[in-house]
């Protein structure tokens, strides 16, 4: 249900930005449905709560990494 | 592509509400203890050389932003390279202030709703704003900034009866490394930072000096948090000010003048708001602008929808809970940033001034 919400708010929001479809920029509207997709698919895995690439874990061990500390703060 | 540009005026008050953003309600240089107030004012002085940087490059390239500066010092693969690497900051540094602001909604307020909802509607907003472009938000700050000025100067004076100096005694009670410590802190969290307005910035007015703005600017941000932190520590203390998650939420809502003036803690939510509001446009603003850059569009308003909804995303699930993002903060922020904040403005600077110079004798 949510990601069928999700979807349909997405389209809402594609079909709000229509300037941009009238400029007739092909490379800008590729660039644009990509962007869109990239947001779309992070938000799905967001309300399925999956389990992707976390920058700040990435971040905190290459930090504590450099920093000799094998902690893992206070997780 | 129409340069943007701002008034003196209105740059300043961009600056002293980006400065304030989420430092505004987050424990911020808590390693110095009872001498934070010297923590602060050492790293304000710290910020004044790393921001004199990013005004030699806009008087060295008037008209060019930041991103096409960049490319046009470091040439178009190795200046795009740097060009991704400042977009992602400015973007991972907009996901970290809609967190703040997410979890500062729902630990102080309402507590049943779901983070998502304030953030998107709160991140709506700023993105209505970007595509405004840079100009609106310039007049946006320099309205709310005196609202903010007038919020500071009101909440001192309520607080005078409460303030107890002595958490600030003895003076360099654990000596100076605390100290330090702490500087260091507040230099990365929130004074560096303005590194991100400094791509947001497009140009200023003809009679505009951009040291003037960045220094005036640095100096008025170092006076709203000098203000503020002590402020907190005078009248909570330094032990739970280090502890809370929002000290200054905390401090306020002790303010009881004769039962009849009470529960101002609603003071620090407006000015967390207004704040936090032009933290994150500006950052979205930057990462517009650089997304723009790498991929040779010549407007940005196009990518700020989606680069919208993936910062929403982002902030989601940066981290697990509050302490995560307050530790995140605290603890790795100040490492992280340092080559973004300081490391990678100077090379650009050496970059600049050679090309600059070499452009000369051309």
């Given at each position: 249900m949510q990601v069928v919400l999700l979807t349909t708010t997405l389209i809402l929001i594609v079909i709000a930005e229509i300037k941009l479809w009238h400029q007739k920029d092909t490379p800008k509207i590729i660039f644009y449905c990509i962007l869109m997709l990239c947001a779309y698919g992070l938000s799905v895995l967001q309300m399925t709560e999956t389990t992707i690439f976390n920058p700040s874990v990435l971040i905190e061990t290459i930090i504590s990494a450099l920093q000799n500390d094998n902690s893992e703060g206070l997780r | 592509m129409k340069l943007e540009v701002l008034s003196e005026q209105q740059a300043i008050s961009l600056m002293v509400l980006f400065i304030s953003g989420s430092a505004v309600v987050l424990s911020i240089?808590?390693?110095?203890?009872?001498?934070i107030w010297l923590a602060v004012i050492l790293s304000g002085l710290l910020a004044l050389p790393i921001v004199t940087v990013y005004a030699r490059l806009h008087s060295l390239?008037?008209?060019?932003d930041a991103f096409q500066i960049i490319i046009v010092i470091f040439g178009n693969t190795f200046g795009r390279l740097i060009c991704l690497v400042y977009t992602w900051f400015a973007f991972h540094l907009g996901a970290l202030v809609l967190r703040n602001f997410g979890e500062f909604i729902i630990t102080v307020?309402?507590?049943?709703?779901?983070?998502l909802f304030p953030v998107t509607l709160f991140a709506l907003l700023c993105l209505w704003i970007v595509k405004e472009g840079i100009e609106v938000l310039g007049r946006w700050s320099n309205f709310f900034f005196r609202f903010a000025i007038i919020i500071v100067l009101i909440t001192t004076a309520l607080a005078l009866p409460e303030l107890?100096?002595?958490?600030?005694?003895?003076?360099?009670f654990n000596g100076i490394m605390p100290v330090l410590q702490g500087t260091a802190n507040v230099f990365a969290f929130?004074?560096?930072?303005?590194i991100v307005l400094w791509l947001a910035f497009s140009g200023f007015q003809k009679r505009s000096s951009p040291y003037r703005i960045y220094w005036l600017g640095i100096l008025m941000g170092t006076l709203v948090i000098l203000i503020i932190t002590t402020l907190v520590v005078a009248i909570i203390g330094v032990e739970i000010y280090k502890h809370s998650y929002f000290p200054a939420y905390i401090a306020i809502a002790r303010l009881n003048i004769a039962?009849?003036?009470?529960?101002?803690?609603i003071i620090v939510a407006i000015m967390f708001i207004i704040s936090s509001f032009v933290k994150v446009s500006t950052c979205l603003l930057a990462t517009c602008k650089g997304v723009a850059a790498i991929t040779n569009?010549?407007?940005?308003?196009?990518?700020v929808t989606p680069i919208t909804l993936l910062m929403i995303s982002t902030s989601y699930f940066l981290f697990d809970d509050i302490m995560q993002m307050l530790f995140w903060a605290q603890d790795i922020w100040p490492i992280y940033a340092f080559p973004f904040q300081v490391i990678l403005p100077i090379i650009v600077l050496i970059g600049g001034e050679y090309r600059a110079k070499s452009l000369k004798k051309q």
């Open positions: - | 240089g808590g390693q110095a203890g009872g001498d390239y008037p008209h060019y307020g309402l507590e049943e709703t779901p983070q107890n100096m002595d958490h600030f005694r003895p003076f360099l929130p004074f560096a930072q303005t039962d009849f003036v009470q529960r101002l803690e569009f010549h407007d940005y308003r196009f990518t």
